[in-house]
């Protein structure tokens, strides 16, 4: 395929070159083939620039079928065996593909159809079921607030007020026990009480049961090492 074969190649293909090249693409590719046009008479020149017009042209992809082939292996001929293109060929070639419509935009997507609403409670629901959970466990009027904040959960109970659960504290003193207060500064528990509360009321697969229930039972420093490992997941 000499060059004159090849611009009529992409004449012939100019649609499907607008659609495959975006705007920037293909001003580029008919920059080398200004660039072809100044080479004139100078066969050294017009094999570079064929060269340069075939380079141009690889972001057409192999979905081009038969535009494709003729660019990716037999183009490398053109460019191989390039000569100084017919002037007149050069210059309709040129005519034609400035000519050449861009593609038009795909049409909008459809909005795809709403999702039905899952069966079963609600996230409202299921919140306010782990909350009347946590405050039917055992507990005692919270102490007035503290400044800086207590190191004990205060949970706000609808019926009750503030209450605090009975594990956090020494059945013995009433005092808050020490693991507890530094668990509960690790959980933050005087930003998020419930979630706080939650952790040591609820099944820890880690510990294989409860916090609170293991309290006494469990070396504090393996209760301490669950609630950092929960921090440090970024579950918290």
Known sequence: MDTNELLALLVRHREEL???????QYQHF???LERLREAGADAERAA???MAVIRSLWPVPDEAGELARLLHVSGRGAAATATVPEEDTLLAALEALYAAPAAEPAPPAPAPAPEPEPDGPSVADIV???RRRLLAA???????AQSPPADVIVLADPD???RSPEFQFDP??????DVVVRINRILLADRDPWGAADWWLGGNSWLGGPPAALLG????DRLADAALALVEEGGR
């Open 138 to 144: 055992p507990s005692r009027e919270a102490a007035p």
């Open 160 to 162: 009750a007020g503030r």
């Open 128 to 130: 306010a079921a782990a």
């Open 217 to 220: 039972r469990v070396p504090d």
């Open 172 to 177: 013995d003193t009433g005092r808050p026990l």
């Open 18 to 24: 607008r659609q495959w090249l975006d705007d920037e």
């Open 30 to 32: 008919l920059a080398m």
């Open 48 to 50: 570079m620039a064929v």
